[in-house]
């Protein structure tokens, strides 16, 4: 198979991330005007929305470092296989299930139930570790050099990294939702950082 396939993939999954970062708005709903008889009941409501604002941050955040890694990485490949495609396929399911549990943390994280919705949250944090140890393992036979290989090992080590961190994170929820919420807002600001400081050495190197 050539680059062309991989160029149709790479248009395939792009509308996916698009679509999987349009839907996480859908649940920030704007309060109802039955409800608001004052702007004091309006900042009220609009401040109620906060964990869902927080959480759709939180996750366009995570989708969108997901994309800009994606395209990185399909750079390295220059043909494609079966389980290449297949692992897409699962890291695109990964990717599409995320407004989900990020509407259910938006809805109950600071409640005294929010226990489930981080640890839901959580885990679909670790499945998406695992789309991406899966493409990047079908990646390796496909790099275009030396060099390409082993930045798709490096990225391997990433997805192996966020398999563990979200698992454990789900863990320590069951007990301490608030603050495994907390520590996944400042991973996924390293991962700002560590992503914008890679493209830098790649680029200088």
């Known amino acids: 198979m050539t680059a062309h396939v991989n160029a149709r993939l790479e248009a395939f999954c792009d509308g996916v991330f698009a679509i ?3 839907l996480l708005i859908i649940d920030v709903r704007v309060p109802v005007t039955t409800a608001i008889g004052t702007s004091g009941d309006l900042w009220l409501a609009l401040r109620h929305l906060l964990p869902s604002i927080f959480a759709f941050v939180l996750s366009f955040g995570i989708i ?3 994309w800009v890694n994606h395209h990185e990485l399909l750079k390295l490949v220059d043909r494609t296989s079966h389980p290449f495609i297949y692992a ?3 890291l695109l399911l990964s990717v599409v299930f995320v407004p989900f549990p990020t509407a259910l943390l938006g809805d109950h994280l600071l409640t005294n139930h929010a226990s489930p919705a981080v640890i839901l ?6 499945i998406m570790g695992l789309g991406w140890a899966l493409v990047g393992r079908t990646a390796l036979p496909l790099a275009r050099d030396d060099r390409a290989a082993a930045r798709v090992r490096k990225g391997a080590r990433s997805a192996y990294f ?3 961190f979200y698992t454990t994170c789900a863990i320590v929820a069951v007990w301490l939702p608030l603050a495994v919420a907390v520590v996944q807002t400042v991973m996924w600001i390293y ?3 560590y992503g914008v400081r890679s493209d830098s050495d790649s680029r200088s190197s």
């Open 20 to 22: 999987a970062l349009t």
């Open 64 to 66: 969108f470092i997901s």
């Open 88 to 90: 897409n396929g699962f």
């Open 121 to 126: 949250y959580s885990a679909a944090g670790a």
């Open 162 to 164: 966020g398999i563990a």
């Open 191 to 193: 991962w700002v950082f």
